[in-house]
Nanobody, 125 residues
């Protein structure tokens, strides 16, 4: 079992920055891959950034590449998403996800077994 608790969402004007946190606890094997997803109203949940904890590989959606950074504090078992140069289209509920090693691509929801409750990010123009 894995528990994930997100925090750090809020409202921000375009161009600003926010840092999301995801406090993780539970079975380390089921946290070998971690990621951030987002879901805007009326849209599918999409992968934003992912990380392989074993080799520290990171992955990003094209829409956020160069603006968002995923990182991990092993000592605190906390995953972060630093979001810079925010745009109105970044507005969404952001979810932290975790799962065991998988051959599925990082951006596929099926590659993760555990999800947080989500934190809202709203960017105004």
């Amino acid at each position: 079992q894995v528990q994930l608790v997100e925090s750090g969402g809020g409202s921000m004007q375009a161009g600003g920055s926010l840092r999301l946190s995801c406090a993780a606890s539970g079975d380390p094997y089921n946290m070998r891959r971690m990621g951030w997803f987002r879901q805007a109203p009326g849209k599918e949940r999409e992968g934003v950034a992912g990380m392989n904890r074993g080799n520290r590989s990171t992955y990003y959606a094209d829409s956020v590449k160069g603006r968002f950074t995923i990182s991990l504090d092993d000592a605190k078992n906390t995953l972060f998403l630093l979001m810079s140069s925010l745009k109105p289209e970044d507005t969404a509920m952001y979810y932290c996800a975790a799962g065991p090693p998988s051959i599925r691509a990082w951006y596929l929801r099926l590659g993760y077994d555990y999800w947080g409750q989500g934190t809202q990010v709203t960017v105004s123009s």
